[in-house]
């Protein structure tokens, strides 16, 4: 196995690997919390946080098995070749346990605050079915084998497919509502952040080790940071360019909630009008 060969990159690879796991673990509190403060999850797509707790969960079988196990880090080092170094960090396993703590707090939270007339739609849930069951026949494939880092791969790839496909149920939502009221910024200010930090932690492992072996070694968490940024811009222009200060109120989400409103309105304006002449 490689060892680091400039202290100083071997210092600015921790220091930008735990940066990316502060930001990206800070990153889910901000919805969490506006949950918590609304008693409600209106706004927030429920197919961004089904598909997000699959991702978060490939992710940390991939990242625990390739940390912790050395028959999986032996068959990576006889693919790549032993002068390299394994691509995944422990920040990477501590941010994926906590991912899917705080992932599941969301879906918990979910189930138990107003949602008005939202609900997981039946494509996501077939999406996730599919994908459990793949990974469990894969499973069965790699175990006469004992073939653990092809089906880390496919872990891996999981990860990737979700990463590319979970922003999009909540940016489309964001764009037929023409509000972001609901979705919290600051998650995705967080989580910008973390992905910059991630990409930046492998540049310089590539750069110590004079080697480009750990993105096409490891092209999950490569995708992760690129897909992550890519989709945070689109979110951040939604918020601050093209929906700026615009709430849903000119909007149905809730139809209860909505006739409450137009009855206030009706005997506010009753109680307001001017007595007749008699």
């Known amino acids: 196995m490689a060892n680091w060969n400039s202290v100083p990159l071997e210092v600015t690879y921790e220091v930008l690997g ?17 949950n918590f403060r609304r008693k409600s999850v209106v706004g927030l797509n429920f197919d961004f946080v089904v598909l997000n707790l699959t991702k978060h969960s490939s992710y940390l079988i991939y990242n625990a098995s390739l940390y912790f196990s050395p028959t999986i ?6 693919k790549y070749g032993y002068d390299q170094m394994i691509p995944v960090a422990a920040n990477d396993v501590a941010f994926s346990i906590h991912a899917v703590l705080l992932t ?34 894969c499973f069965f494939i790699a175990l006469p084998n004992n073939s653990w880092l092809w089906l880390l791969t496919i872990f891996n790839s999981i990860q990737v497919l979700m990463t590319t496909i979970k922003y999009i149920p909540q940016a489309i939502m964001n764009f037929l509502r023409k509000c972001t009221d609901g979705f919290s910024i600051g998650n995705i200010l967080l989580d910008f952040s973390g992905g910059i930090a991630n990409y930046l932690q492998m540049v310089v492992q590539s750069v110590d080790q004079d080697s480009w072996v750990n993105f096409y070694g ?32 000119e909007l149905v989400t809730n139809p209860e909630q909505d006739d409450d409103q137009i009855r206030e309105q009706l005997l506010r304006a009753s109680d307001q009008s001017p007595p007749e002449n008699v």
């Open 73 to 78: 880090q032996n068959q990576y080092f006889q």
């Open 18 to 34: 735990w940066f990316a796991f502060i930001s990206w673990s800070i990153s889910f509190y901000p919805q969490v919390i506006l």
């Open 104 to 137: 599941a707090i969301t879906l918990f939270q979910i189930a138990i605050y107003d949602r008005g007339s939202q609900k997981v739609s039946k494509v996501s849930i077939g999406i996730v079915s599919i994908v459990w069951l793949t990974a469990a026949v």
């Open 218 to 249: 490891n092209i999950g968490k490569v995708l992760l940071s690129l897909v992550s940024v890519f989709f945070d811009i689109i979110f951040i222009c939604q918020h601050y360019v093209l929906y700026p200060g615009q709430k849903p109120s």
